[in-house]
């Protein structure tokens, strides 16, 4: 199973940028399907992003357009690209990769969107 490690979030004023990163550990990096997940105060955990082992992604619909996921297999990183970022984003972020079954969850970091 793969190991995960979030990079920090942060504080960003709306309508600002912020890129999330996640490494692995593992050789067969390349194989799995990564994900970013997220999780507001009282809400469930949601899923915001995918992107499988051959390059396809899909958002949510409250982000799309606005956010990027991406992977660099030869790194073992993953990444989140979120611009144009609102109120509504503030939540604990999650990465996330599934391989045959099997999850392993990075260990969130918190993104505060305020002025």
């Known amino acids: 199973q793969v190991q995960l490690v979030e990079s920090a979030g942060g504080l960003v004023q709306p309508g600002g940028s912020l890129r999330l990163s996640c490494a692995a550990s593992?050789?067969?990096?390349?194989?799995?399907?990564l994900a970013w997940y997220r999780q507001a105060p009282g809400n469930q955990r949601e899923l915001v992003a995918v992107?499988?082992?051959?390059?396809?992604?899909n958002y949510a619909d409250s982000v799309k357009g606005r956010f990027t996921i991406s992977r660099d297999n030869a790194k073992n990183q993953m990444y989140l690209q979120m611009n144009s970022l609102k109120p509504e984003d503030t939540a604990v972020y999650y990465c996330?990769?599934?391989?045959?079954?099997?999850?392993?969850w990075g260990q969130g970091t918190q993104v505060t969107v305020s002025s």
């Open positions: 996330n990769a599934g391989y045959l079954g099997f999850a392993s």
């Open positions: 593992g050789s067969i990096f390349s194989r799995y399907t």
């Open positions: 992107i499988t082992s051959g390059g396809s992604t």
